[in-house]
């Protein structure tokens, strides 16, 4: 309010200039112009006719000036506003900055120091409350140092926590992007599985071996791959001799498709060319060894992962290629 910002200014210049007490009165009202002038001096006449402008207190200026100035309904509202001023988000500074605003409406609230203190202390926060009341203080001045100390050390010790927090938060955050890492790998391994899950599932489970797969069962070691029959290997199987067609073991040394070269390779797989009229004699197929190196370096060669029967697979092309193979793993 105006009246009350006037009275502000004029107290710190009482205080600049070390006013007496005596001197207030005659300084204030001599800065009085217009109709302030006009209601001090009937005021006076009226109220204080018997008294010398040095006898009147400061006290009873500022009593009379706010009722004049200041109405009752502005006056109570500001009382009550005290009375139910709480510190909340404010700092302690900017809580006695208003705490101090409100107490010039209502001086009779404040006038007595502990008085003061007391609904001073009682619109502190609570977790600086609880700090501040064993200390007993009856001084306004000590009382507002001590609540601004114990804020200060709050503020510092919040800040440390927020540090630790922040580093821990920090290092826990590169933990997970680790273990999210562990997971997508984890993860890739379980789709694996569960695609090679899909194709075995689409099987029946031999009760026998426990795999999945069709027909009759021949993981008893004493079955023939090639007719079914039991007693014999595949490899010594008299109907696969008749039909032109063996599987052999041996070690054959064979040219190389790339350098002219031989190498050590299984000869296996049946004959193809062997003439219609002659029947028990085996043809010897003729299998290429490729390197690594030069299945890259071959044009003819593609490699890559492919899905088979929704299970990824690593496949390599040949155009030139006489047979084909395949994985037991895949079977």
């Not at 609230?109 to 003061?116: A, N």
């Not at 997508?184 to 029946?204: H, I």
Request: charged letters at 25%; glycine letters at 6%.
């Amino acid at each position: 309010m105006i009246a009350e910002n006037w009275l502000e200014k004029i107290e710190k210049v009482f205080e600049s200039i070390r006013c007496p007490a005596d001197r207030k009165v005659s300084m204030a009202t001599s800065v009085m112009d217009g109709a302030a002038d006009d209601w001090w001096t009937n005021y006076r006449r009226v109220h204080l006719s018997d008294k010398t402008v040095e006898a009147i207190t400061w006290e009873e200026f500022l009593e009379a000036f706010r009722q004049k100035y200041v109405p009752f309904s502005a006056r109570k509202k500001m009382k009550d506003e005290l009375f139910r001023l709480l510190q909340r988000g404010m700092s302690v500074p900017a809580y006695e900055a208003k705490f101090v605003a409100l107490s010039r409406s209502a001086p009779q609230l404040v006038s007595i120091e502990e008085d003061k203190c007391d609904l001073f202390l009682h619109g502190l926060r609570d977790n600086i409350r609880i700090l501040v009341i064993p200390q007993q203080l009856n001084s306004y001045s000590a009382l507002v140092e001590t609540a601004t100390l114990v804020e200060q050390n709050k503020q510092a010790m919040q800040a440390r926590r927020d540090a630790v927090a922040n580093k821990r938060k920090g290092m826990e955050s590169k933990q997970s992007g680790g273990s999210s890492s562990k997971k997508t790998n984890s993860s890739r391994g379980s789709y694996f599985k569960a695609a090679s899950d899909s194709l075995g599932n689409s099987k029946p489970r031999c009760q026998q071996c426990g795999r999945w797969h069709f027909g009759i069962c021949r993981a008893d070691g004493k079955t023939c791959f090639t007719c079914g029959e039991q007693g014999h290997f595949a490899r010594s199987c008299p109907k696969g001799f008749t039909r032109g067609a063996s599987i052999s073991t041996s070690i054959a040394s064979v040219p190389t498709r790339h350098g002219g070269g031989t190498s050590a390779m299984p000869s296996l797989g049946r004959s193809s060319t062997a003439p219609s009229g002659v029947r028990g004699e085996q043809a010897q197929p003729h299998i290429y060894a490729l390197t690594q190196q030069e299945a890259q370096d071959s044009p003819d060669v593609i490699t890559g992962t492919f899905l088979l029967c929704n299970s990824p697979v690593n496949v390599l092309f040949d155009s030139g290629a006489s047979h084909s193979f395949i994985s037991n793993d895949l079977v």
